[in-house]
C-alpha cells in the first residue's frame, strides 16, 4: 500500500503563489511517475500535470500551462508543485497520485481511471479574487 502525504494549501490572494509538497514515507516516489490533479466543489477530479521518472518528461493541463511547475528532488523523495499567479479558478483540494508506472502515458492518452492511482489526502488550495 502507498501513502501519499500532501502539504502547503493555503488562502493565497489572486496572482499570488504557493508551493505543494508531495512525499511518500516508506516509498520510493523516485522510481515512478507522480501526478497532481485537484477537484472543485461540483466538478470533476482534473489532471493538473505528471512528472515521468522514466525520461523527466513532464505534461500540464492547458489550464495550467506557464503558470504551474513540477519538479522533484529525489534526495527528499519530495515531488512538488509550484503555483504561480494563482487565480480564482485554481480553487481546488489538490491530490498527488501514483499508478506506480514510470511513465505518463496513461495520463497523456486520457486513457487513466481513479482506481488505477494510489491518492494522498489532498490539500485544500483557496484564491481569493
Given at each position: 500500500q502507498v501513502?501519499?502525504e500532501?502539504?502547503?494549501?493555503d488562502l493565497v490572494?489572486s496572482?499570488g503563489?504557493?508551493r505543494?509538497?508531495c512525499?511518500?514515507?516508506?516509498?520510493t516516489l523516485?522510481?515512478?511517475?507522480?501526478?497532481?490533479?485537484?477537484?472543485?466543489?461540483?466538478?470533476?477530479?482534473?489532471?493538473v500535470s505528471c512528472?515521468?521518472?522514466?525520461?523527466?518528461?513532464i505534461?500540464?493541463?492547458d489550464?495550467v500551462?506557464?503558470?504551474?511547475?513540477?519538479?522533484?528532488d529525489?534526495?527528499?523523495?519530495t515531488?512538488?508543485?509550484?503555483?504561480?499567479?494563482?487565480?480564482?479558478?485554481?480553487t481546488a483540494?489538490?491530490?498527488?497520485a501514483?499508478n506506480t508506472?514510470?511513465n505518463?502515458a496513461a495520463r497523456?492518452?486520457g486513457?487513466w481511471?481513479a482506481?488505477?492511482f494510489f491518492?494522498?489526502?489532498g490539500?485544500q488550495?483557496?484564491?481569493s479574487?
Open positions: 501513502q501519499l500532501e502539504s502547503g494549501g490572494q496572482g503563489s504557493l505543494l509538497s512525499t511518500a514515507p516508506g516509498f523516485d522510481y515512478y511517475a507522480v501526478d497532481w490533479f485537484r477537484q472543485a466543489p461540483g466538478k470533476e477530479r482534473e489532471g512528472i515521468s521518472s522514466f525520461d523527466g518528461s505534461l500540464y493541463s489550464s500551462k506557464g503558470r504551474f511547475t513540477v519538479s522533484r529525489n534526495a527528499k523523495n515531488v512538488y508543485l509550484q503555483m504561480n499567479n494563482l487565480k480564482p479558478e485554481d483540494v489538490y491530490y498527488c501514483t508506472l514510470s505518463c497523456r492518452a486513457t481511471s482506481s488505477q491518492w494522498g489526502q490539500t488550495v483557496t484564491v479574487s
